[in-house]
């Protein structure tokens, strides 16, 4: 079993920059596939960015590809995700989950056994 903690939202204005980070305690964290979600008011969870176990696999969600970057240090047990050029819509509860399974799509929700609590990011128009 692993714990995820998220940390590092806020609010931000439109255009900023925010890097969210997920702690992970608990078994080995480099046996897990991490990944990014995050769910608006009103709306489905959805998928922002996974990341692979070493980290050399990497992809991410059209509405998100070129403006943030996931990366991870296993080291630390942390995955990060950094968002640029943030828009309003961007605004969501932010979301990590690990996974132990090998998938085909590493962006279905249902891939994932174990979840962060969330942080919030807001962006101000």
């Known amino acids: 079993q692993v714990q995820l903690v998220e940390s590092g939202g806020g609010l931000v204005q439109a255009g900023g920059s925010l890097r969210v980070s997920c702690v992970a305690s608990g078994r080995t964290f480099s046996g897990y596939a991490m990944g990014w979600f995050r769910q608006a008011p009103g709306k489905e969870r959805e998928f922002v960015a996974a990341i692979s176990r070493s980290g050399g696999n990497t992809n991410q969600a059209d509405s998100v590809k070129g403006r943030s970057t996931i990366s991870r240090d296993n080291a630390k047990n942390t995955v990060y995700l950094q968002m640029n050029s943030l828009k309003p819509e961007d605004t969501a509860v932010y979301y990590c989950?690990?996974?132990?399974?090998?998938?085909?799509?590493?962006?279905?929700?249902?891939?994932?056994?174990?979840w962060g609590q969330g942080t919030q990011v807001t962006v101000s128009s």
């Open positions: 989950a690990a996974t132990l399974r090998y998938s085909e799509n590493y962006a279905n929700h249902l891939t994932y056994d174990y």
